[in-house]
């Protein structure tokens, strides 16, 4: 074998032979077959374009210049057109004079042979575009996956965009965990109104209005700061649900969105907890002239849940005799003093040491409160606040 015929072939490169006279089909055929091409006839520039219209592209188009009907310049230029077809390359085979090579390039072809052609030159120009073919196959294939790849990242992006949206939204009212659980389910039903039994906490710090009248505004803000913080720390830890906090109050509550059987037990500790953490934070205001205690108001009873606002800007609210009750808890409760109802004093778990304080009137509660005061509980249970 040549060296000409040793040159190896891409796999399954095709040329489309385009001439009107059969003996020039057969010799061509003989030429390019044998050396690994796949061979395609047309006999008319008519033909050929159905050809490319309807089956696979070839790699290569060899295109004799004289034929009836479309000549290989008008056939040329309707491969040009056509851009399923534009980027096939076209080789035309041609006489020798200068003026038809000319109208060859104008027409869009890539290279020219002429008449009569060597058989060296002929298979060294088309394996040289059948490389260019599949080099522009390559990266028409490389850029459509580029855009589904694309599109299928602008989707995972928006989606996670939401996804972010979504968790901020719910991380306003809710424990990170809690959050990130509700949107990893997709399920933000729990939005909607609904009734269910809650614990609630209240708290608030004792002699903040008249310390917020006397100190400069960054000092207040400084108190806030780390008393929401050394707070948000535990509400987070516990997985209670942040109702709102307004200054020094703070309302938590437990057992919902998320149920846990022991929500009272859990507000217990986890108010005994922030008492700790703001008598550390108490040392340090005292050391600058301020004091100021700490109160929790703790109750269980049912109330209505959900969504509350305005587009842009909504809470998630419980609304019930449940949250006043605690609230007016809070209200009584002494510095250090965590208040509770019979019925939250009856959900801790393990030792709890209390103080009862007997059937108490509370502003706008018509019965009397059987009221205890939290001294101390036994938080050597990791498992409490998960």
Known sequence: MTAEGSAVVPEGAAVLVVDDVPQNLRLLD????????????????????????????????LLDVMMPGLDGYQTCRRIREDPRTQFVPVVMVTASGASEKVRAIEAGADDFVTKPFDQAELLARVRSLVRIKRYHD??????????EWNERLEARVAAQVDELGRLGRLRRFL????????????????LRSHRREITTVFTDLRGFTPFAE???????????????AALGELVFRYEGTLEHFAGDGMLVFFNDPVPCPDAPDRAVRMAVEMRT???RLALGWRRQGHELGFG??????????????FSGRYDYAAIGTVTNLA??????AGPGQVLVTQR?????????LSRELGPVELKGISRLVDVHEVLDVDLVRPEAAR
Do not use: K, N, W
């Open 175 to 190: 424990s990170p965990q809690v959050a990130q659980l509700v949107v990893e389910g997709g399920d933000e039903s729990f």
């Open 327 to 332: 609230a007016r808890l809070c209200a009584m």
């Open 138 to 147: 390559t990266v028409v294939a490389q850029a459509a996956a580029l855009a």
């Open 30 to 61: 003989a030429v390019l077959s044998p050396r690994g091409f796949e061979v395609r006839c047309a006999a008319s520039g008519e033909e050929a374009l159905e050809l490319l219209a309807d089956g696979p592209l070839p790699d290569v188009v």
């Open 277 to 279: 953490a703001v008598e």
């Open 296 to 309: 929790v108001g703790i109750a269980q009873g049912y109330a209505t849940l959900g969504r509350v606002g």
């Open 344 to 352: 939250v004093l009856d959900g801790v778990e393990g030792p709890v």
């Open 214 to 228: 006397r100190a400069e505004p960054e000092e207040t803000m400084d108190v806030l700061r780390q008393y929401h």
